[in-house]
T-cell receptor, first 110, second 115 residues
């Protein structure tokens, strides 16, 4: 079992839709959970992170961690065509190493 | 541009040849990472440097792979006797280190195609 599991999609939604992206993790020792966004032919960039559990909101984006079910979610409100990218969930134990999920490809249609 | 840079952006080589990639991290970052990413997968950790010291190597990094970071500045990743299975995007990232979240800043990657 991979440490971070993620549905690769692709996920296609109309502009303005609410998008829900999800991951599951297996190691309860995780400290930070992160979402990276990767545009085509670019390196990933950090979008949001949460510590251990709870919610964090930043504009149209909300990151959520449910420790009881080992579930990580990213919600995008009022999705835009510019949100079309691959979204990678990741875990960081507070050390140097980051483990990434496979990524979910999102297409937002205008 | 003060971000992470990687050269070359693309490399096509024949099986059995050696290739070398370069990464220039953000100047004040003391941590440097190499990842490999194949189509439909997330980045897979290869190796990590703290300044000039290589502190961790993944089991993915066979003895044909070697990485260096002389003087704790730029880094090179060399693949000897390339195989078709080495075809992938090679990503470099750097971070400041310290307490808290280890935000890594990625370069644009070097896409390797082994024929």
């Amino acid at each position: 079992q991979k440490e971070v599991e993620q549905d690769p999609g692709p996920l296609s939604v109309p502009e303005g839709a609410i998008v829900s992206l999800n991951c599951t993790y297996s190691n309860s020792a995780f400290q930070y959970f992160m979402w990276y966004r990767q545009y085509s032919r670019k390196g990933p960039e950090l979008l949001m992170y949460t510590y251990s559990s709870g919610n964090k909101e930043d504009g149209r984006f909300t990151a959520q961690v449910d420790k009881s079910s080992k579930y990580i979610s990213l919600f995008i409100r009022d999705s835009q065509p510019s949100d079309s990218a691959t979204y990678l969930c990741a875990r960081d134990t507070g050390g140097f190493k980051t483990i990434f999920g496979a990524g979910t490809r999102l297409f937002v249609k205008a | 541009d003060t971000g992470v840079s990687q050269n070359p952006r693309h490399k096509i080589t024949k099986r059995g040849q050696n290739v070398t990639f370069r990464c220039d991290p953000i100047s004040e970052h003391n941590r440097l990472y190499w990842y490999r990413q194949t189509l439909g997968q997330g980045p897979e950790f290869l190796t990590y440097f703290q300044n000039e010291a290589q502190l961790e190597k993944s089991r993915l990094l066979s003895d044909r792979f070697s990485a260096e970071r002389p003087k704790g500045s730029f880094s090179t990743l060399e693949i000897q006797r390339t195989e078709q299975g080495d075809s992938a995007m090679y990503l470099c990232a750097s971070s400041l280190g310290g307490a808290g979240i280890n935000e890594q800043f990625f370069g644009p990657g070097t896409r390797l195609t082994v024929l």
